[in-house]
């Protein structure tokens, strides 16, 4: 599976992003659709994951409110909508998936997913 994120760019705080993910194929076995950001001399962290089995959306606690994931089945396409940015938003931005279900638990842990994208870089001026 390839994965080609879009959408990054230069944005004033306040303002809003739409991000894409692209998926050259569906995983199979639901597969959970993740965005995670990084930073330099920081770890990857996880943003935003869905659940494609029970259709559950999650956040980490600092976008809860501002960012929205979804998901275009048609067009293998994952998305994170992005308001009220905030210069601590600033971040290359990754989309992930894997083969096979995954426990909610572990939904968050970088290390649970296989394929990556190129990721893209979000840029929030205060």
């Known amino acids: 599976v390839q994965l080609q994120a879009s959408g990054g760019g230069l944005v004033q705080a306040g303002g809003s992003l739409r991000l894409s993910c692209a998926a050259s194929?569906?995983?199979?076995?639901?597969?959970?659709m993740a965005w995670f950001r990084h930073t330099p001399g920081k770890e990857r962290d996880f943003v935003a994951a869905?659940?494609?089995?029970?259709?559950?959306?999650y956040y980490t606690d600092s976008v809860k409110g501002r960012f929205t994931i979804s998901r275009d089945k048609a067009k293998n396409t994952v998305y994170l909508e992005m308001s009220s940015l905030k210069p601590e938003d600033t971040a290359v931005y990754y989309c992930?998936?894997?083969?096979?279900?995954?426990?909610?638990?572990?939904?968050?842990?970088?290390?649970?997913?296989?394929?990556w994208g190129q990721g893209t870089l979000v840029t929030v001026s205060s």
């Open positions: 992930s998936t894997r083969n096979g279900r995954i426990v909610t638990s572990a939904i968050d842990q970088a290390g649970q997913y296989t394929y």
């Open positions: 194929e569906r995983t199979n076995n639901y597969g959970p």
């Open positions: 869905m659940d494609t089995w029970s259709g559950r959306s």
